[in-house]
């Protein structure tokens, strides 16, 4: 069994910056795909950035030049460093991954719980 958890939202100034983290528990070998996601009230859930095993990167325009995705295998935790933030990016942030999980191929895909970013105007 693999669980994500998020951490590191919080009430943020505009300008300001936070640092989500996304920590996987259990038996795994490495992570092939990761992701930030992000769900505005009111709004479909989006693609902030991602992350490939081989360290490829692709961002959505609209974090492009503010944002840096970044995944550690050893410690199994992912991070999405949010600069220059800005009130439109008031939204529940969540990580999805997919990892290796055995040698066989085996792979296990799935959502963290999500956390909370506002940034005030």
């Known amino acids: 069994q693999v669980t994500l958890v998020e951490s590191g939202g919080g009430l943020v100034q505009s300008g300001g910056s936070l640092r989500l983290s996304c920590s996987a528990s259990?038996?795994?070998?490495?992570?092939?795909?990761m992701g930030w996601y992000r769900q505005a009230p009111g709004k479909q859930r989006e693609l902030v950035a991602e992350i490939t095993k081989d360290g490829t990167t692709n961002y959505a325009d609209f974090v492009k030049g503010r944002f840096t995705i970044s995944a550690d295998n050893a410690e199994k935790t992912m991070y999405l460093q949010m600069n220059s933030l800005k009130p439109d990016d008031t939204a529940v942030y969540s990580c999805n991954a997919e990892f290796l999980i055995d040698s066989d191929g085996t792979t296990w895909w799935g959502w963290g719980q999500g956390t909370q970013v506002t940034v005030s105007s």
């Open positions: 259990g038996s795994i070998i490495r992570f092939n795909d």
